[in-house]
């Protein structure tokens, strides 16, 4: 799982600077942005869901007396997998490439 942050980290900052670099025209622009933010808005979608179906399989969150968690902090062995996820990878491609569009659009 360690080797996953750096790596996620470099991924980031490649999309990013690559995102800066590409010239498209307006239409292409608009395009690809929409589709980053649709991406981006169903990812989070898609994190909600993950999390509350996980709390309700562990029957709580921290504060609940019956939940398996209960009196963990979120970061502990059962709730890892929400903070490194494919839902939150993804989103976070899409949220370098949409902020090296809109800087790149915007320094024109």
């Known amino acids: 799982m360690w080797l996953g942050v750096p ?29 980053l933010v649709l991406l981006l808005l169903f990812c989070v979608y898609g994190e909600y869901e993950k999390t509350h179906e996980l ?7 921290t504060g609940k007396p019956d ?4 009196r963990f902090g979120w970061l502990n062995q059962y ?9 939150t990878f993804v ?9 090296g569009r809109v800087s790149n659009r915007l320094s024109r």
């Open 7 to 35: 790596a996620s980290v470099v991924s980031l900052m490649y999309v990013y600077l690559l995102s800066c670099r590409i010239r498209m025209g307006q239409r292409a622009i608009a395009l690809t942005i929409g589709g």
């Open 91 to 99: 989103a976070g491609i899409s949220l370098a490439a949409l902020i």
């Open 55 to 61: 709390l309700r399989e562990l029957g709580g969150g």
């Open 67 to 70: 939940s398996v968690i209960y």
């Open 79 to 87: 709730t890892n997998n929400l903070f490194l996820n494919g839902y």
